[in-house]
């Protein structure tokens, strides 16, 4: 199996991929082609052929001319597009989209404060409806996912979720009642915890203690928090992996604010670590929704109920 992955380096992707190059859950890898700010884990390394791209466009349309002349010469293989894009120019004989950005699902609206991001999306979702055909399957994580491409005829779709490779739960002293991984994109609607807080801070005396772990950007301060006087916000940003894990261990509950999802890493390593959960009745919690406690998506007030419901649980 080719990886083909130039428009990964950060994120969920980043995690998953390097699942994918160092267990190999979806089958034998012999070749990657990758963006060059995505660093191949040590483990990984000289187990096949690698060949980095430059994150500009035109690098990444020449990148599939060196993916075709890689089938010429090696003989066809079944490559994966790891990215979210079906090649534009070429159509293996072999291959598959794991498709992994719900904003690309024709019937997913497109939620972001960023101009350019909104443009780069609605080119995405043009391309995929324009080249979806180029490859012979599309792979995603969940149901739901899959129910939001059958506006597409004739299109082979397959369910093969995976996980990263996670340490199992040991016992950590909770510091912190309420963990939530996130951003500050739109999608991921922080805004609507932030007003559960307030909620909670009018309604209740009980101490408890957020902790907010943010990728790497921040436009929030702990000082916007300073008028709690029962609530400790924790903020961190940056945070590597190996410490997140740690974090969620000293956590008690899990909360998911966010309005879409394609897989939601957050939850899965939650449950795994033996945290409850609270996070939005949406589409993309309906495969586990007898595992996770739900609220209305539309209403701050509800979460708020939610979360004051499992403190009471809390010893």
Not at 114 to 137: A, G, N, P
């Amino acid at each position: 199996m080719i990886i083909y992955a130039v428009n990964i380096h950060t994120g969920g992707g980043k995690v998953l991929l390097d699942e994918l190059l160092i267990n190999e859950p979806l089958g034998k890898i012999t070749a990657l082609f990758h963006d060059n700010r995505y660093v191949v884990p040590d483990v990984a390394k000289n187990k096949f052929y690698c060949y980095n791209t430059p994150p500009r466009l035109f690098s990444r349309m020449m990148a599939e001319f060196k993916l075709l002349r890689h089938l010429k010469l090696h003989g066809d293989q079944f490559v994966l597009f790891f990215g979210n894009m079906p090649p534009v120019f070429i159509s293996p004989p072999q291959s598959a989209l794991y498709l992994q950005n719900c904003f690309l699902l024709p019937n997913v609206r497109v939620e972001t404060d960023s101009l350019k991001t909104l443009l780069r999306l609605l080119v995405e979702k043009w391309l995929l409806k324009w080249r979806i055909h180029h490859v012979s399957e599309i792979w995603v994580q969940t149901n739901w996912m899959a129910e939001g491409l059958s506006s597409f005829k004739n299109l082979q779709v397959k369910k093969r979720p995976f996980l990263p490779s996670l340490p199992p739960p040991s016992y950590h002293d909770k510091q912190y009642d309420f963990i939530t991984v996130t951003s500050l994109a739109k999608h991921k609607n922080l805004k609507q915890l932030i007003e559960a807080l307030q909620i909670i801070e009018n309604h209740s005396n009980r101490k408890l203690s957020v902790l907010i772990v943010l990728d790497n950007t921040n436009s929030l301060a702990e000082n916007e928090f300073s008028h709690f006087s029962n609530i400790k916000v924790t903020l961190l940003t940056n945070v590597q992996r190996s410490d997140l894990l740690d974090l969620y261990q000293k956590s008690r509950c899990s909360i998911i604010t966010s309005k879409a999802e394609s897989f939601s890493l957050p939850i899965y390593e939650s449950l795994h670590f033996k945290l409850r959960v609270i996070c939005p009745a949406l589409g993309y919690i309906s495969e586990i929704q007898d595992r996770v406690i739900s609220y209305n998506p539309n209403s701050a007030q509800d979460l708020a109920e939610k979360m004051l419901a499992e403190v009471s649980n809390f010893s």
